[in-house]
């Protein structure tokens, strides 16, 4: 399943690199810890958080994730995306809570595999 | 501070971190990501390069006043040693325990501090080789396989 669908699907408020909508998502993984992210996240997740700062573009490039989805309508800072865009990282807003945004994502995938 | 022994070089380059500057934690990681991966590594060579290099960059930002980063890639591993002079560590082995941190109020805010860096670092290398000196700075030593 590509991000597309998920924005499409969740009604997600895309931010930047839309022009990434197509990067396949492999699953997902859930934390504000940036440490916790580096070690257990994996290429192609799509990294749900509440972090806005731009440090977390550098995890998302690092572990080429395949975009990041802030929650509860947080939104990025200038810095934050202003990096985003550079590094071709498509940064999402949802208003739901980690853990509804988290259930959701996992049932599409689920159905979709 | 030594540089690694080896015969073979075939690549070596330094990076240089600024500390207590976030606004540009994670470029240099970034930078030796992208190298590893024009020269074709393994990505599980690349990933755990990438890992180890950022907690350690992060350590440098959150904790030192400056640091140099040495990537050297010999035929066989991939080193990466970061120096940084600062504060140095009391206590290596409570340092390395996971969960363990002494980061202040501002860095836990931004995800950071969760006492994981050293402990992943250790978790993702080869070898790993530490140590420290009270008031003047820190030295890791990383050392990923390139063969297994």
Redesign the interface.
């Given at each position: 399943m590509n991000l597309a669908t998920i924005v499409q699907e969740l009604s997600l408020e895309v931010r930047c690199a839309s022009e990434n909508l197509k990067n396949n998502v492999t699953g997902g993984y859930t934390g504000d810890l940036l440490s916790e992210v580096m070690a257990n996240s994996h290429e192609g997740n799509i990294w749900i958080t509440r972090q806005v700062h731009q440090n977390i573009v550098a995890v998302a490039s690092l572990k080429d994730h395949a975009g990041i989805i802030l929650i509860n309508s947080c939104e990025p800072t200038q810095d934050t995306l202003a990096k985003a865009s550079q590094e071709k990282i498509p940064i999402m807003v949802s208003n739901l809570p980690a853990f509804e945004l988290t259930g959701k994502i996992y049932n599409l995938l689920e159905k979709k595999d | 501070m030594p540089v690694p022994e080896t015969d073979h070089i075939s690549y070596q380059r330094s990076f240089y971190i600024e500390g207590g500057n976030?606004?540009y934690?994670?470029?240099v990681?970034?930078s030796i990501?992208s190298i590893l991966k024009q020269m074709d590594f393994p990505?599980d060579v690349v990933?755990k390069c990438?890992?180890v290099c950022?907690?350690s960059e992060?350590n440098v930002v959150s904790y030192a006043r400056k640091g140099v980063v040495n990537l050297t890639i010999n035929p066989d591993t991939v080193q990466i040693e970061v120096i940084d002079e600062g504060p140095g560590i009391p206590n290596i082995d409570q340092a390395m325990q996971q969960g363990y941190s002494t980061a202040n109020q501002k860095i836990r805010e931004?995800?950071?501090g969760?006492g994981?860096?050293l402990y992943?670092i250790k978790?993702?290398s080869d070898a790993f080789i530490i140590s420290s000196e009270l008031g003047k700075g820190t030295r890791l030593l990383m050392t990923i396989n390139i063969k297994k």
């Open positions: - | 976030f606004n934690a994670g470029i990681s970034t990501k990505g990933r990438a890992i950022y907690e992060i931004m995800g950071f969760a994981m860096g992943n978790s993702y």
